[in-house]
């Protein structure tokens, strides 16, 4: 799917003027329609290189990405999108963390979740924090982490760890391991 976005987008990309007006349409997206959503939302991440010369379109993206999030047939796509915008656009989305921040704080702890797509939100979120103060991405990365670590450490407590929760602390371990790696 992530290399069908990359198609459309490399296609559209040598009609650059285009990809502003293509973007400002996503209000007339038919909502009921997910696969159309779906691959809307992972165009709006293929297009993290363009962002960084038109930063006004960033805000725009977000308002898709974000709320996406909370969807689960959309998560996939916007966690993705979100992590290709952070890795591209860093900077400019340090005034948005706090509200990425919030927007995904449910997502990092939901079982419900594929770890790929906890992970994919985890690294943007940190990708972004690097560029905090290292008093303030402490803080920061400590708030997102501390529900992680609180589950992993109840679940280790139980005498014996029942087999089932072998999985839960291996996906946790996987996406605190994210926050883990930010290199400042």
Same mark, same amino acid.
């Given at each position: 799917?992530?290399?069908?976005?990359?198609?459309?987008?490399?296609?559209?990309?040598?009609?650059? *003027?285009?990809?502003?007006?293509?973007? @400002?349409?996503? =209000?007339? $997206?038919?909502?009921? +329609? /997910?696969?159309?959503?779906?691959?809307?939302?992972?165009?709006?991440?293929?297009?993290?290189?363009?962002?960084?010369?038109?930063?006004?379109?960033?805000?725009?993206?977000?308002?898709?990405?974000?709320?996406?999030?909370?969807?689960?047939?959309?998560?996939?796509?916007?966690?993705?999108?979100?992590?290709?915008?952070?890795?591209?656009?860093?900077?400019?989305?340090?005034? *948005?963390?706090?509200?990425?921040?919030? @927007?995904?704080? =449910?997502? $990092?702890?939901?079982? +419900? /979740?594929?770890?790929?797509?906890?992970?994919?939100?985890?690294?943007?979120?940190?990708?972004?924090?690097?560029?905090?103060?290292?008093?303030?991405?402490?803080?920061?990365?400590?708030?997102?982490?501390?529900?992680?670590?609180?589950?992993?450490?109840?679940?280790?407590?139980?005498?014996?760890?029942?087999?089932?929760?072998?999985?839960?602390?291996?996906?946790?371990?996987?996406?605190?391991?994210?926050?883990?790696?930010?290199?400042?």
């Amino acid at each position: 799917v992530r290399d069908a976005f990359k198609a459309v987008s490399e296609s559209v990309d040598r009609m650059e *003027h285009i990809i502003g007006e293509v973007i @400002k349409e996503y =209000s007339r $997206l038919n909502t009921d +329609n /997910v696969i159309l959503l779906r691959t809307a939302i992972g165009l709006l991440g293929q297009y993290s290189e363009w962002y960084k010369t038109h930063t006004e379109h960033i805000p725009i993206a977000l308002n898709y990405v974000l709320p996406a999030l909370s969807k689960l047939e959309l998560l996939s796509a916007a966690a993705h999108s979100l992590n290709d915008i952070a890795n591209n656009c860093t900077e400019e989305l340090v005034p *948005h963390l706090n509200n990425i921040c919030a @927007k995904s704080s =449910s997502i $990092l702890l939901s079982l +419900n /979740v594929e770890t790929r797509d906890r992970c994919a939100v985890m690294e943007a979120i940190v990708q972004i924090m690097t560029l905090l103060s290292y008093k303030e991405a402490s803080h920061a990365i400590l708030q997102i982490t501390q529900p992680l670590i609180d589950r992993i450490r109840k679940v280790l407590e139980l005498n014996p760890v029942p087999r089932e929760a072998e999985g839960v602390i291996k996906s946790d371990l996987l996406v605190f391991s994210k926050a883990c790696s930010a290199t400042y």
